[in-house]
């Protein structure tokens, strides 16, 4: 079992490898490669474009009668990913590129057109100097010249940024100097507007909410009464207290003071004697004083009665 990985095979001594077939393979069959696309291009059929690193199950062949020094030249065969056209492309070792065919158009080619008209250039000159001495020199001329053009050019350039340039150093770090203050306190007083204002804002906030909250916890007070007119004191009762302090005449007062009953008159009201008659009663209230004043409330009488003590007191 050791020897199942080993690549070295046993041959035999009479072994010829001149007796082994060869097979017998066109020269331009083709092989099924995987590849990515070498640049970008847009399908001719349906205007696909197919960008450079897509990847394609491509077929490839080797180009009959082109070799550029020996090394063979490479047709690949794709097909567009919308339409399903054929585009072919080729090697080009010469460039160290690849070369459309047909199928589609090369995009963004700018910069490689540009050095092969370069080089084409290039190349017709070295070809015309090759067999005329006399180009050479001319040529050799006119480079001299325009060389010394672009120098002159060069030097003019730099004494014009000479003479328009006068720099002061000190100037320049000074006028840096008062941006950066002003800049500096510019920033400073907006802040303390900033912060003022926010401040502003708290300060306005916490006074609505102290508001709110004493109108929550406080009741609202009644609404006042009105206020009477000079003439409505005309209107009102007097009271037993005002009227007794203000009553000082006797005759005033003799239709508040309550005159005490004897015994017998109250033991005769209450059942015990015989009962008044009708003209007893009524002559009884045209003689007593008592009875023919209005009715008044307990406190108007207790008040009458202390006033009159002290009127009886002080005669």
Same mark, same amino acid.
């Given at each position: 079992m050791s020897e199942r990985k080993v690549l070295n095979k046993y041959y035999p001594p009479d072994f010829d490898p001149s007796k082994i077939p060869k097979l017998k393979l066109p020269k331009d069959r083709q092989?099924?490669?995987?590849?990515?696309?070498?640049?970008?291009m847009r399908c001719k059929t349906c205007g696909e474009y197919i960008y450079k690193g897509k990847k394609f199950n491509a077929r490839k062949e080797t180009v009959q009668n082109e070799v550029y020094l020996g090394l063979p030249i490479f047709r690949f065969y794709i097909k567009c +990913?919308?339409?399903?056209?054929?585009?072919?492309? $080729?090697?080009?070792?010469?460039? +160290?590129?690849? &070369?459309?065919?047909?199928?589609?158009?090369?995009?963004?080619?700018? /910069?490689? *057109? *540009?050095?092969?008209?370069? $080089?084409?250039?290039? $190349? /017709?000159?070295?070809?015309?100097?090759?067999?005329?001495?006399?180009?050479?020199?001319?040529?050799?001329?006119?480079?001299?010249?325009?060389?010394?053009?672009?120098? /002159?050019?060069?030097?003019?350039?730099?004494?014009?940024?000479?003479?328009?340039?006068?720099?002061?150093?000190?100037?320049? *770090?000074?006028?840096?100097?008062?941006?950066?203050?002003?800049r500096r306190q510019r920033q400073q007083e907006e802040d303390e507007r900033e912060t003022a204002a926010l401040l502003e804002e708290a300060r306005r906030r916490r006074l609505l909410e102290d508001s709110d909250s004493e109108d929550e916890a406080t009741p609202t007070p009644p609404w006042p009464a009105?206020?009477?007119?000079?003439?409505?004191?005309?209107?009102?009762?007097?009271?037993?207290?005002?009227?007794?302090?203000?009553?000082? =005449?006797?005759?005033?007062? &003799?239709?508040?003071?309550?005159?005490?009953?004897?015994?017998? /008159?109250?033991?005769g009201r209450s059942g015990r004697g015989p009962a008044p008659s009708p003209g007893a009663l009524e002559s009884e209230k045209a003689t007593d004083p008592a009875a023919r004043a209005p009715?008044? =409330? &307990?406190? =108007?009488?207790?008040?009458?009665y202390g006033d009159s003590g002290d009127s009886d007191g002080s005669d």
């Amino acid at each position: 079992m050791s020897e199942r990985k080993v690549l070295n095979k046993y041959y035999p001594p009479d072994f010829d490898p001149s007796k082994i077939p060869k097979l017998k393979l066109p020269k331009d069959r083709q092989y099924v490669v995987r590849l990515m696309a070498p640049f970008n291009m847009r399908c001719k059929t349906c205007g696909e474009y197919i960008y450079k690193g897509k990847k394609f199950n491509a077929r490839k062949e080797t180009v009959q009668n082109e070799v550029y020094l020996g090394l063979p030249i490479f047709r690949f065969y794709i097909k567009c +990913t919308r339409c399903l056209a054929e585009i072919t492309f $080729k090697t080009d070792p010469e460039n +160290t590129d690849y &070369s459309m065919e047909h199928g589609a158009t090369r995009n963004f080619q700018a /910069e490689k *057109l *540009l050095e092969e008209e370069e $080089k084409r250039v290039q $190349k /017709e000159r070295e070809d015309e100097e090759l067999n005329n001495p006399m180009k050479v020199l001319e040529n050799r001329t006119k480079d001299s010249k325009l060389e010394m053009e672009v120098l /002159e050019n060069l030097q003019e350039l730099k004494d014009l940024n000479q003479r328009q340039a006068h720099v002061d150093f000190e100037a320049m *770090l000074r006028r840096h100097r008062l941006s950066e203050e002003e800049r500096r306190q510019r920033q400073q007083e907006e802040d303390e507007r900033e912060t003022a204002a926010l401040l502003e804002e708290a300060r306005r906030r916490r006074l609505l909410e102290d508001s709110d909250s004493e109108d929550e916890a406080t009741p609202t007070p009644p609404w006042p009464a009105p206020r009477p007119t000079p003439t409505a004191i005309l209107h009102e009762a007097p009271k037993a207290k005002r009227k007794a302090a203000t009553l000082g =005449s006797k005759a005033q007062l &003799s239709g508040l003071v309550v005159v005490k009953k004897t015994k017998t /008159e109250t033991d005769g009201r209450s059942g015990r004697g015989p009962a008044p008659s009708p003209g007893a009663l009524e002559s009884e209230k045209a003689t007593d004083p008592a009875a023919r004043a209005p009715a008044a =409330s &307990s406190l =108007s009488q207790l008040g009458a009665y202390g006033d009159s003590g002290d009127s009886d007191g002080s005669d």
